[in-house]
């Protein structure tokens, strides 16, 4: 598997065109190639930013989150929530690299990504291509940020392993590879957080990969937090639903 990040000129909030840095760039895309892009960029696509001086963070992350906690949970002052199927703080909202803005998650990642495959593959002259917009996020117990896939199309997210047989025949009952954050993780180390100014890359030759969207009726990656393995763990506190 081959990874490769590009440059682009910077997008300056509130608005500017992703499209545009993109046709400007090096990008090249090949049939059966992964376009990776950081959701900050698609944001200020789409014109999701809000200025720092006349905005009031806190009420952004509670209009912006699904469930949120109060910052007064946390010794770090931290808001935690779960915004667009993510676990996330903030609900995502980032102040870096964005030029005096808060850059909030795009409305909807998942028609975002849909809209931007359909322009590259008439724009590049494809017919065989996935994308998916990345973020960052904190693992409980580690330090640091890890990528992982906001949204996505034209790919199963997940490999099913269930019903085929281990290496020494036993049947795997439960098991599923969760392929597009893995992906992602490995675009995002590649793409850098800081100031490297390459939100977008092109993951080529991954194994395993179906391009196609799983069906509606078939397993999905993204669980309802009650539903979730780790609900004893999360779903403490007192959560509040919040704006979305």
């Known amino acids: ?44 696509g789409e014109g999701r930013c809000r200025p720092v001086d006349s905005a009031d963070k806190e009420s952004l992350v509670i209009g912006e989150a699904d469930w949120y906690l109060k910052p007064e949970v946390s010794r770090w002052r931290r808001m935690f929530t779960i915004a667009r199927g993510a676990l996330i703080g903030s609900s995502g909202i980032d102040e870096s690299n964005a030029s005096g803005h808060y850059i909030l998650f795009p409305e909807d990642p998942f028609r975002s990504a849909r809209d931007l495959r359909a322009w590259c593959m008439e724009e590049y002259g494809i017919a065989k291509l996935a994308v998916i917009i990345t973020d960052s996020t904190s693992v409980p117990l580690r330090r640091g940020a890890v990528g992982f896939a906001l949204a996505w199309d034209g790919i199963d997210p997940l490999r099913d392993y269930r019903g085929t047989k281990d290496l020494f025949g036993r049947t795997i009952e439960i098991e599923m590879a969760n392929l597009v954050d893995s992906l992602a993780a490995a675009a995002v180390f590649e793409m ?53």
């Open 1 to 44: 598997m081959l990874v490769t990040s590009y440059r682009l000129r910077a997008l300056v909030p509130p608005q500017d065109s992703l499209k545009d840095a993109i046709l400007e760039s090096a990008l090249v895309l090949e049939e059966g190639d992964i376009f990776v892009v950081s959701s900050k960029v698609v944001s200020i």
């Open 192 to 244: 850098g957080e800081g100031n490297e100014q390459t939100p977008i890359a092109v993951i080529r030759d991954a194994k395993n990969v179906r391009f196609e969207n799983r069906s509606h009726d078939a397993d999905q990656l993204i669980v309802t937090p009650e539903d979730d393995l780790f609900a004893p763990l999360i779903w403490r506190g007192e959560w509040k639903r919040g704006g979305c």
